[in-house]
């Protein structure tokens, strides 16, 4: 029985380690720089990447330095929204095909006068 039992669990880890394997091999990175039109980095500006027909969003902040980076499914298209407070909103269409990496340049908002 112990030896039944040892082969299970080599056949489980093995089964279970090819999985993870693979799994890791369709994801991308998708990252990149957030800028205002000055070329100064926009910190925590949001990064959220819908893919087209699922519900599995993808999201991340930019950090101080205006740096993202997302891993996104290899072969989806995703509806990609660029926001922060003040700037106006980026929306790009990404089909993730291999690692991608652009900076992005936000625009500020014209402030109304009332």
Do not use: H, V, W
């Not at 950090?63 to 922060?84: A, Q, R």
């Amino acid at each position: 029985m112990i030896i039944l039992n040892n082969k299970f669990y080599k056949i489980f880890f093995y089964s279970l380690f090819i999985t993870q394997n693979l799994f890791t091999q369709s994801l991308i990175k998708y990252k990149g720089k957030i800028l205002d039109n000055l070329n100064q980095p926009i910190s925590y500006a949001n990064i959220i990447a819908e893919p087209k027909g699922n519900t599995n969003i993808k999201y991340t902040f930019s950090d101080e330095n205006g740096n993202f980076e997302l891993s996104l499914m290899k072969g989806i298209t995703y509806n990609i929204s660029i926001t922060c407070l003040g700037f106006k909103k980026k929306k790009i269409k990404f089909t993730a095909n291999k690692n991608f990496s652009k900076n992005y340049i936000l625009e500020k908002k014209k402030r109304t006068s009332k």
